[in-house]
C-alpha cells in the first residue's frame, strides 16, 4: 500500500513537472517571439518641434530672434516679410508694440501668458505684435509666439524711438 502511494505521489510529481515545462518552454518560445517582433519595428524618433529664423532690421541694427510652433507663430510666420510701425507701450518701460490689421489664430495655446524679457507675444484682443524687453506680468490674451536669439536685443529694442518702422524677414 505504501509503495502504491509513492509511486501515485511521484507519478503526479512527474506529470506536474512535466505540465510547467512545457509552460517555461511556451513562455521562451513567447518571449522569444515578442522579442523578434520588437526588434523588426522601427524606432520612432521625436518630432523635432520646428521653427522660424526671424532677422529684424531696426534702425540699422540687426537682431535675431526665433519664432516657435504655436498657432499663432505659424500664421504670422505666413504674413513674413513684414514691415511693422512700433511704438512705446504706455504705461511702462519693458515693451514695444505695433499693430497688425488682421488676427492670428491662437488654437492650441494658453488663454495667457507672462510677458518675460526676451519674448516676441501676440497681444490677441486688440491683434498686436508685442517685443518684450522687460518683464511683463500674466495677462490673458498674451500669446508668446517667439524668442531673440541676439545678446543686444534688449539695447536695440528699448532705444527704439516711437512710430519705428521694424522690417522682419525669415532667415532659411
Same mark, same amino acid.
Given at each position: 500500500?505504501?509503495?502504491?502511494?509513492?509511486?501515485?505521489?511521484?507519478?503526479?510529481?512527474?506529470?506536474?513537472?512535466?505540465?510547467?515545462?512545457? @509552460?517555461?518552454?511556451? *513562455?521562451? =518560445?513567447?518571449?522569444? #517571439?515578442?522579442? %523578434?517582433?520588437? &526588434?523588426?519595428?522601427?524606432?520612432?524618433?521625436?518630432?523635432?518641434?520646428?521653427?522660424?529664423?526671424?532677422?529684424?532690421?531696426?534702425?540699422?541694427?540687426?537682431?535675431?530672434?526665433?519664432?516657435?510652433?504655436?498657432?499663432?507663430?505659424?500664421?504670422?510666420?505666413?504674413?513674413?516679410?513684414?514691415?511693422?510701425?512700433?511704438?512705446?507701450?504706455?504705461?511702462?518701460?519693458?515693451?514695444?508694440?505695433?499693430?497688425? @490689421?488682421?488676427?492670428? *489664430?491662437? =488654437?492650441?495655446?494658453? #488663454?495667457?501668458? %507672462?510677458?518675460? &524679457?526676451?519674448?516676441?507675444?501676440?497681444?490677441?484682443?486688440?491683434?498686436?505684435?508685442?517685443?518684450?524687453?522687460?518683464?511683463?506680468?500674466?495677462?490673458?490674451?498674451?500669446?508668446?509666439?517667439?524668442?531673440?536669439?541676439?545678446?543686444?536685443?534688449?539695447?536695440?529694442?528699448?532705444?527704439?524711438?516711437?512710430?519705428?518702422?521694424?522690417?522682419?524677414?525669415?532667415?532659411?
Amino acid at each position: 500500500m505504501k509503495k502504491q502511494l509513492l509511486t501515485a505521489i511521484v507519478a503526479v510529481g512527474l506529470i506536474t513537472l512535466a505540465g510547467c515545462s512545457q @509552460n517555461n518552454n511556451s *513562455s521562451q =518560445k513567447i518571449s522569444s #517571439s515578442v522579442s %523578434a517582433q520588437s &526588434k523588426k519595428k522601427p524606432v520612432k524618433s521625436r518630432k523635432k518641434v520646428s521653427r522660424t529664423n526671424l532677422k529684424i532690421k531696426i534702425n540699422g541694427h540687426t537682431v535675431r530672434a526665433h519664432l516657435n510652433n504655436s498657432s499663432a507663430a505659424r500664421a504670422f510666420s505666413k504674413k513674413l516679410p513684414t514691415t511693422l510701425t512700433f511704438v512705446d507701450f504706455p504705461r511702462n518701460n519693458s515693451e514695444k508694440m505695433a499693430d497688425l @490689421n488682421y488676427s492670428l *489664430s491662437t =488654437k492650441g495655446m494658453p #488663454s495667457g501668458h %507672462a510677458g518675460d &524679457k526676451g519674448t516676441i507675444g501676440y497681444w490677441s484682443p486688440d491683434r498686436r505684435i508685442i517685443f518684450y524687453y522687460g518683464h511683463v506680468d500674466f495677462y490673458p490674451g498674451i500669446h508668446i509666439i517667439g524668442k531673440f536669439d541676439s545678446k543686444n536685443y534688449q539695447r536695440v529694442i528699448s532705444n527704439m524711438p516711437n512710430h519705428t518702422r521694424v522690417r522682419i524677414t525669415k532667415v532659411k
